[in-house]
């Protein structure tokens, strides 16, 4: 069993940057998957980023170069940074862990979730 807890989200005007931190429970994070989600009003989940463990990494294509996903194992934290926001950007963004070896967009493949941070841009 993994519980995460998302953290750093807030209010941030366009341009600016914030920095998402995920922190896990238990001994074996080092062995997850990690990813990040994000979820606007009315919209559906969509994918954010993707980071294996052996830390490759992928992103939704529209976020490549904005956005930067990382991990600290011995923290047992996943972070996502968050440059050039725009609002649209703005959602509420999640942390997932999976079990699997290779990057996934899928949501159904990640087995555990955080209860989700707010990110707000103004314009």
């Known amino acids: 069993q993994v519980q995460l807890l998302e953290s750093g989200g807030g209010l941030a005007q366009a341009g600016g940057s914030l920095r998402l931190s995920c922190a896990a429970s238990?001994?074996?994070?080092?062995?997850?998957?990690m990813g990040w989600f994000r979820q606007a009003p009315g919209k559906e989940r969509e994918f954010v980023a993707c980071?294996?463990?052996?830390?490759?990494?992928t992103y939704e294509e529209s976020n490549q170069g904005r956005f930067t996903i990382s991990r600290d194992n011995a923290k047992n934290t996943v972070y996502l940074h968050l440059n050039s926001l725009k609002p649209e950007d703005t959602a509420v963004y999640y942390c997932a862990a999976g079990t699997f070896a290779y990057v996934s967009q899928r949501a159904e493949r990640y087995d555990y979730w955080g209860q989700g941070t707010q990110v707000t841009v103004s314009s």
């Open positions: 980071i294996t463990r052996a830390g490759t990494v």
């Open positions: 238990g001994r074996t994070f080092s062995s997850y998957a």
